[in-house]
């Protein structure tokens, strides 16, 4: 998708991703970055302490009466979530999924159908993937999706050859491309029922030893863009396109020369939920250009 030389993501090849290729982070670790992409404020300005005393994108969505759910692999939410309903989906103890307290991606789509089949009102369903998550990459996926050899199977990345690690991260990306298409696929056997879409973007991206580094979490000003460069795409239903008046050609012509980041998180899910209150900024909704209306 993103025109990368390996086949790492056939299935989101065929299900009409609208995808934004420069795409950034706010952080380059988790914990900064997931409370900084639901705060509402701009990474420029973002204040962790303030972050966590105010209310966020998922308390906006409650006040408007939205349902929400939080499912996470991916060791917890980093405050984002504390306010409404959220499951630790590791604590399940589902041994298909898990094994030495890490569990596949996958755990986070169990029982997901019972779950859309259940909603009675509009749902916001945040999924919070371990995704490629170092180090032990070679953790990330099952044995089927190891297409990339050799691979690095060790937390002790700098020890092994560079093509190894570099086959086991995108065994990891092939893995994730799997589960998201699945998650897309769900909403699709529903979209007679519902409005259904889905935005996946990463938190953060991963140094795999270029120039001496590896992992995440360098200072922002002195991070590569391995580690501030991130996937973030849309899949709108056809229902979700028609009814809330979206031009997905427009879209997609808009997404392949703008510049975004998580910045844009916050408003484009309330525009997309159709909210419309005081600390909702049209600018930053990247739908908002593209809605016919």
Known sequence: LNGYGRDTNPELEKQEMINFPQASSCGTETAVSVPCMFSGMPRKKYDADLAHHQEGLLDVLAHAGVNLLWRDNDGGCKGACNRIPHTDMTQWKLDQFCKDKSCIDDVNLYRLNETLDGLKQ????????????GPAYYQRYPEQYRKFTPTCDTNQIQDCDHQALMNTYDNTILYTDSVVSKTIDALKARQATMNTALVYLSDHGESLGENGLYLHGT????APSQQTHIPFMFWLSQDYKKNFGVDAQCLRNQAAKEAVS???????????MNIRTSVYQPQMDLLTACRRT
């Not at 200072?219 to 002195?222: D, N, R, V």
Request: proline content about 4%; cysteine-free; glycine content about 8%.
């Open 122 to 133: 509009d749902t916001v369903l945040v999924i919070h993937l371990m995704g490629s998550h």
């Open 262 to 272: 998580q910045d844009n998180l916050f408003s484009t899910v309330l525009g997309m």
């Open 219 to 222: 200072p922002y000003m002195l």
